[in-house]
């Protein structure tokens, strides 16, 4: 598991509480290891990041983006951020909250397919 900043354990604890109808939604068909026996987290504090969904075996990042992301300033944010994310191995999938609330089962199929693909591409990765 990779390294993360301690001062964002209590942000992080915040955002578990305060999830968006997207995140809970999707925490739904993530949790509990739906998806090969393999453990999601939410809201996961990775380097100086919190992530919304990690997964450490198929080092992989699920994102659910509201409307912030889409302005020039979070467009360069989240390519800096998936970058920085990238150069650790990591793969970052992003989904914006209406895909997410409205095609749920597609985009459920899309990160299990992913995460498939990962964990038999790189059997060895560490938890």
Not at 76 to 90: H, K, M, Y
Request: charged share 25%.
């Amino acid at each position: 598991m990779h390294k993360y900043n301690p001062r964002l354990k209590t942000p992080s604890r915040y955002l578990r509480s305060n999830q968006t109808l997207a995140e809970l939604a999707l925490w739904q068909r993530l949790r509990r290891k739906q998806i090969a026996q393999v453990q999601f987290y939410r809201q996961r504090p990775l380097l100086n990041f919190i992530v919304d969904f990690y997964c450490p075996k198929a080092n992989l990042i699920v994102e659910c983006d509201g409307s912030q992301h889409f302005t020039t300033e979070g467009l360069a944010a989240d390519e800096s951020r998936d970058a920085t994310l990238a150069d650790l191995g990591l793969l970052t999938l992003r989904f914006d909250n209406r895909q997410i609330l409205q095609e749920l089962e597609a985009v459920y199929a899309i990160i299990e397919q992913v995460t498939l693909q990962r964990i038999k591409a790189e059997p060895n990765l560490n938890e």
